[in-house]
C-alpha cells in the first residue's frame, strides 16, 4: 500500500512550457485533489474530484487543468508555465472530502521551478 | 473570506516541557478542525480531528481543544521531544468538497 505517490519530485520549466505532475493513489478514494504550498500562504486548493470523471475548482484553479478517468489517476496540467506557478504542489486523497471531516492523505510533494 | 491565523511562525521550546500552539480564524463557521505536522520536505500527515460540537480530543502526548465562541483552537504536545520538531497546520473544514482551508503553520523546535 504506497499511500499517494506524485512524480515528478523535481522540476525545472522554461517560461510557456508545458507539463504534467502525476498523482495515483492506490486507497481506492473517492476524493482527490491538488494543493500549491508557498512561503507565508497556508496550502491552496488547486483542483478536486469528488470520483471518476467529476473535476471541479479550487481556490486558485487558473493555469492549470485536470481530469480524472479512472478512480486512482489525478493527473494535474500546467497548460503554460508562469514564474508564478513556482511552488511545491501537493496531491491529497480521502475516502469522501467534507463528510464528518475525513482523514487526508498527502503525497510527499512536487517542487516546480519556473524561470 | 476566511482568515486563519497561527500564533507564531516559530516556536522553541525545552525538552520535557508541554507545546502550546494557537489556530484562531475569522469570517468562518467550520464543522470540524484538522491538525497536521509538516517535516521539511514532506507532505503533511493528518493527526487529529476535532468536530465543531466537541470542546476536546486527545491522542497519546498530543491533546486538541476546539473554541467556537473564541474561533480558536489550541494543540497541546505534552512531555515534547527533540523529535517532535516540525511544523505544524491547522486545517478548517466545512461540509462542501472544497472546504478545508489551511492555516500557514507553526514551526516548532524542541530543545534538548
Known amino acids: 500500500n504506497a499511500g499517494v505517490t506524485q512524480t515528478p519530485k523535481f522540476q525545472v520549466l522554461k517560461t510557456g512550457q508545458s507539463m504534467t505532475l502525476q498523482c495515483a493513489q492506490d486507497?481506492?478514494?473517492?476524493?482527490m485533489s491538488w494543493y500549491r504550498q508557498d512561503p507565508g500562504m497556508g496550502l491552496r486548493l488547486i483542483h478536486y474530484?469528488?470520483?471518476?470523471?467529476?473535476?471541479d475548482q479550487g481556490e486558485v484553479p487558473n493555469g492549470y487543468n485536470v481530469s480524472r478517468s479512472t478512480t486512482e489517476d489525478f493527473p494535474l496540467r500546467l497548460l503554460s508555465a508562469a514564474p508564478s506557478q513556482t511552488s511545491v504542489y501537493f496531491c491529497?486523497?480521502?475516502?469522501?472530502?467534507?463528510?464528518?471531516?475525513?482523514?487526508?492523505?498527502f503525497g510527499e510533494g512536487s517542487w516546480l521551478t519556473v524561470v | 473570506s476566511q482568515k486563519i491565523e497561527q500564533n507564531s511562525e516559530a516556536l522553541n521550546i525545552q525538552e520535557g516541557k508541554t507545546a502550546t500552539l494557537t489556530c484562531n480564524y475569522t469570517?468562518?463557521?467550520?464543522?470540524?478542525l484538522q491538525w497536521y505536522r509538516q517535516d521539511p520536505g514532506r507532505g503533511p500527515v493528518f493527526l487529529l480531528l476535532?468536530?465543531?460540537?466537541?470542546k476536546e480530543k486527545r491522542k497519546e502526548r498530543l491533546k486538541v481543544t476546539f473554541d467556537t465562541t473564541l474561533k480558536q483552537s489550541l494543540f497541546h504536545i505534552t512531555a515534547s521531544q527533540p523529535a517532535d520538531s516540525a511544523t505544524y497546520l491547522c486545517?478548517?473544514?466545512?461540509?462542501?468538497?472544497?472546504?478545508?482551508?489551511f492555516g500557514t503553520g507553526t514551526r516548532l523546535t524542541v530543545i534538548p
Open positions: 491529497a486523497s480521502s475516502l469522501l472530502q467534507g463528510v464528518a471531516g475525513n482523514t487526508i492523505y
Open positions: 486507497m481506492n478514494h473517492e476524493y
Open positions: 474530484s469528488v470520483g471518476a470523471g467529476i473535476t
Open positions: 469570517n468562518y463557521s467550520p464543522a470540524y
Open positions: 476535532i468536530r465543531e460540537n466537541e
Open positions: 486545517a478548517l473544514g466545512g461540509t462542501g468538497a472544497n472546504n478545508l482551508f
